[in-house]
Each structure stands twice: as C-alpha cells, then as structure tokens.
C-alpha cells in the first residue's frame, strides 16, 4: 500500500525518528530497521521522495541517503513541528537552520573498557580535547555525511570582506553577507578559530556565531563582533594552574559549516 501510494502522487513525504529517552540511551546511530526499509522501499517506487527526521543526535543515513531527494533534519521542535515542516516544504519559508551536531557513520569516540566505566575506579580521558566535531573533523572526515554547522537554503547567501585584528587581548573581526537568491531567508554566520600549532589543540573550533535574520534578496548586511580570546580560548597550565595565551599565529575562519571555510585572516599573539 505504501508503495502504490508513493508511485501514484507526486512526491512522499516519509517520516521517521530516532527513539531515545532519560534512561534509554541509543544503542546504535542507525535508525530501527523497519525505518530504514520503508525510506528505501517507498524512494524505489517515488524517486521523489522527502524523509522529514526526528532525532536527539546525529544519524547515519548511509544505508538509504543515496536514494532520496531530500532529507529534512527537524531533531526535536515540539507542537509546531506540523507547521514547521509545511512551511518549509511548500517553500513559504527558506531553511536556515545549521546542525547543532555531526551526522556521521560512526560514533564520536571508540570507548573501550578504560574510558567507561573505567578500571580500578580510573577512567583514562584518551579522547582529550577531541570530542564530538573536533573529533570528526581531524581525526575521521572521511566518514562525516554531515558536518556540524551544516544546513541548505533556497537562496544564495556568501559572505565576503573578512578582516580581523587582535588589540589587547580582544579579537575584533567584521564581515559582509549578501542575498544573491530571489528568496529572503536567515544566514548563520559561523566563524571558526586554529591555534598556533604548538598549542596542540584541535583545528577548527567554533569561535562565533550569529543569526542574520530576514535578508532580502539582494541585501547587504555588515557583521562586527569581538571576544576575549584568552577568557574563551585560554590554554590550561597544569603547573601555573591558570589559563594562558598560546603565543604564536592564530587563524580566524568564515566556514559554511565545520568543514569548509570560505574566508580566513590571521593575527599574531
């Protein structure tokens, strides 16, 4: 019935979550088998077919992505998630929400005995500072199907004039965004930070970020904003016990996601 259903109208919407709650933790971050099986057998009889996903994290959509036309992450947005969803899928509002998360085809860290729950009552951090997109970025990008920060639109936003300067102890950086599209839509501007590389710190980290609303097509918007760097990106010193400034060259980046930087400047500290 689902089949003859989907091959009949002019396009399927499948909807489908992740089952997780307090107490009952997922044990997989593939979806229930029966949920993948249906989003294969119904994008085999609709090649236009949209999944609508529900989950608490990420998902690996390896096992059917390849054979739909779209995927719509809505994780978890409560009573408006109907009208949300039409919304977006009837083209009355441009996405412009970034994942919070990275979809990947395996788990952030491979935990062992040591980790969790530990031995002799000590549990070993072998993952330091590489945890969650820092991890996926540097240590397996290969297996990443979504970065974190990651998000479509129906318009074509690009941002340019990136320029940056450290003055005492204050990074200070501006921006331009432009609509290029026909479509007014919000712009997430993400901006990312690598250490100098004797910090040993992981590339990438998210440094900023802000929610440029209701551009129009066309439109030009100015963005400036500045942040302590030694309050958010301080390095601990086990013997000082304080938070210090790594000294060296920093790199300030524009990225479309976690993984793609469009611009970039330096400064030296």
């Known amino acids: 019935a689902q089949t003859a259903a989907a091959r009949a109208a002019e396009l399927a919407v499948v909807c489908v979550a992740s089952m997780s709650s307090e107490g009952h933790d997922r044990t997989s971050l593939r979806l229930a088998a029966d949920d993948e099986q249906m989003i294969v057998r119904v994008s085999l009889a609709q090649p236009r077919t949209v999944v609508a996903l529900h989950s608490t994290g990420g998902v690996d959509t390896t096992p059917w992505l390849a054979s739909v036309a779209s995927l719509v992450a809505g994780f978890c947005p409560g009573s408006a998630d109907g009208s949300a969803?039409?919304?977006?899928?009837?083209?009355?509002?441009?996405?412009?929400?970034r994942l919070p998360v990275t979809f990947a085809s395996v788990l952030p860290f491979q935990y062992g005995q040591q980790q969790y729950p530990g031995?002799?009552?000590?549990a070993e951090y072998k993952e330091r500072l590489y945890t969650g997109y820092r991890y996926y970025n540097n240590a397996v990008p290969t297996l990443v199907q979504f970065p974190f920060g990651f998000g479509l639109s129906y318009t074509q936003i690009s941002t340019f004039n990136f320029d940056c300067f450290y003055n005492f102890g204050e990074v200070l950086f501006s921006l331009d965004v432009i609509n290029f599209g026909s479509v007014?839509?919000?712009?997430?501007?993400?901006v990312y930070l690598?250490?100098?590389y004797d910090a040993d710190e992981p590339d990438g980290q998210l440094a900023y970020f802000e929610r440029v609303r209701a551009l129009a097509a066309g439109e030009k918007r100015h963005v400036s904003a500045q942040f302590d760097l030694l309050r958010e990106f301080g390095v601990w010193n086990t013997l000082t016990q304080s938070f210090e400034l790594a000294g060296g060259d920093y790199t300030l980046m524009v990225?479309?996601?976690s993984m793609k930087m469009?611009?970039?400047c330096r400064f030296t500290v």
């Open 194 to 196: 690598d250490y100098p």
């Open 262 to 264: 469009d611009l970039s």
């Open 85 to 97: 969803l039409i919304d977006i899928l009837f083209g009355d509002v441009a996405p412009a929400g």
């Open 184 to 190: 007014v839509s919000d712009f997430v501007v993400q």
């Open 255 to 257: 990225g479309r996601d």
């Open 119 to 122: 031995v002799n009552n000590q």
